[in-house]
RNA sequence: GUGACCGUAGCUCAGUUGGUAAGAGCGAUGGACUGUGGAUCCAUAGGUCGGGGGUUCAAAUCCCCUCGGUCACCCCA
């Protein structure tokens, strides 16, 4: 074979497209009901809306964007995340004029240049929600909390929320410098990425893994203790309207997210049953960004939740999704010159509105019969001399084996009821 | 970007110390059953052994490079 999909690409086939399809629905249907509207933004974006959103020292923006010059030398960018598409998207079209608070969600796919390994891929997609213009605790918890009720829904049950508050810029500062004085007299005990971090960002290193590192930030000052009495109060808010909803979750005083547009509430979905990739959905409060981009002053929260890895979840746990549907009625023909009269019925049926399908291959009967099988067909329609004559075909239920001849003109009616109507 | 393991038919895999082993099962197609599927039996098709180079009389097997996969680090959804 010559050519083949790109490493950390793969092609979505059929049966995975129907279980994708269903885990949209519901999400579609279930943002709907709390007042989330769809919205697709391009996928490709300027490179200085991610760099200047995310962050320039992020791993995001430092090396796993995919970026190119377009034919008159412009810096583009394939998005690696959704917040700030939309941002911008809310900002250029005004949307506060057309609902505000504006309630969106989306499904679309990101790239990030990464090494591929268990639930993490280049591309890879992304089912995610974004309230721009609301101020309050309540709209975190009602982001947090259909977040929740989303893998309810989805009949997931091994899986935590995890809730925490990073502080606003204000307060943020001040615990920084707090945290770097803790972390000097063990500076030359830290690893080699903590050490970076402690200039850049030291409160990622409570993120950090390295054993050594993660018992010197344990006995480390917590940002919940040292936040301001604003972003105390809201946090307080956010676990009351939490618990109002009836949404479980704990609070993680070591969740830090990795973009640095995220203040006050940040909340993520762990799961156990997935290695190393744990997170399948993740987000947060990030009132700094609209007006960062260009924008007046406007709060806003978001969450996404990683496609690939919730189907991972899924199949952990064995949650049967309905994958590619049977059909209604597969036509069978005996000999060429029947192949007419076949399609009659064929586009007939389909007009009425069944499933229907027929072979093109020029199969025998039996060979009609074993697609009929493959296809899961509830009913098989034999079109033959004998019954021909008579104006009638031979109707075969695939579960039972009954077969019965049917007038052709009652054909369709028969099979709507008993397909439909039983 | 780093490390470990792994690439043989559409899928899952077997291939001995390098020596007629290019193989099995499942799947596909056809037949046994000339008008009937899900069972059985038979047959057929399908492979540059991931790619390239090297060692050798001889390479799927050994060596090097490369591409890809998997998992972990890192990062994150």
Redesign the pocket.
């Known amino acids: ?1 010559k050519y ?1 999909a ?3 690409t793969r092609d979505i086939l059929p049966e995975e497209m129907f279980k994708r399809r269903y885990i949209e629905n519901i999400a579609r249907e279930l943002f709907e009901r709390w007042g989330y509207l769809p919205i697709l933004t391009p996928v490709f974006e300027q490179t200085e809306l991610f760099v200047r959103s995310i962050g320039e020292t ?3 923006v430092q090396k ?1 964007m995919y970026t190119f010059l377009d034919r008159k030398g412009r810096s583009l960018t394939l998005r690696p ?1 959704g917040t700030a598409p939309v941002v911008r998207a809310y900002l250029e079209n005004n949307l506060k004029d057309f609902r505000n608070p504006t309630k969106l969600y989306y499904f679309m796919p990101m790239f ?1 240049y ?8 280049r591309e ?1 997609h ?1 089912i995610g929600l974004e309230v721009l213009g609301a101020r309050g605790p309540d709209i975190d918890a009602e982001v947090i909390s259909i977040l929740a009720t989303y893998f309810e829904m989805l009949r997931i049950s091994t899986y935590e929320v995890k809730v925490n508050t990073i502080g606003c810029r204000k307060c943020r500062a001040s615990y920084t410098k707090k945290l770097r004085r803790y972390l000097k007299d063990s500076f030359e005990k830290l690893c080699v ?1 903590c050490q970076f971090r402690y200039e850049a960002n030291p409160m ?1 290193a409570f ?4 054993r050594t590192c993660h018992s010197i930030l344990n006995k480390a000052p917590q940002i919940t203790d040292y936040v301001c009495d604003e972003c105390q109060r809201h946090f307080e808010g956010v676990k009351h309207f939490l618990n109002i909803s009836g949404t479980r979750f704990t609070v993680d005083k070591r969740l830090v ?3 640095d547009y995220y203040e006050k509430t940040t909340f ?1 979905v762990v799961s156990p049953l997935l ?8 987000g947060g409060r990030y009132d700094p960004l609209i007006a960062d981009c260009g924008g007046e002053e406007t709060p806003g929260i978001g969450f ?3 496609v ?2 919730l189907l991972l979840q899924l199949e952990e746990e064995n949650v049967s999704l309905n994958s590619i549907p049977p059909v209604d009625v597969y036509v069978c023909y ?1 000999g060429e010159d029947l192949l007419d009269k076949a399609l009659e019925i064929v586009f007939n049926l389909r007009e009425r509105g069944l499933s229907v399908d027929i072979d093109y ?1 020029h ?5 009609q ?6 296809l899961k067909a509830k009913y ?1 329609v ?1 079109v ?4 021909e004559k008579m104006e009638s075909v ?1 109707v ?1 239920d ?2 039972s ?1 009954e ?1 019965q001849i049917v007038k052709k003109e009652e054909l369709a009616k028969t099979l709507m009821e008993i397909i439909h109507g039983g």
Do not use: H, Y
């Open positions: 074979m083949k790109i490493k950390g992020t791993d995001i796993e995340e990030r990464e090494r591929p390994q268990k639930g993490r891929l890879f992304q990425d990622r993120d950090c893994k390295n997210r990795g973009f993520e290695g190393a990739q744990s997170a399948i959905g993740a996404a939740i990683g690939e890895r005996l291959a199969r025998s009967l039996k060979g019969f074993k697609v009929a099988d493959r098989v034999v033959a001399p004998e019954e031979k075969r695939m579960n084996g077969e």
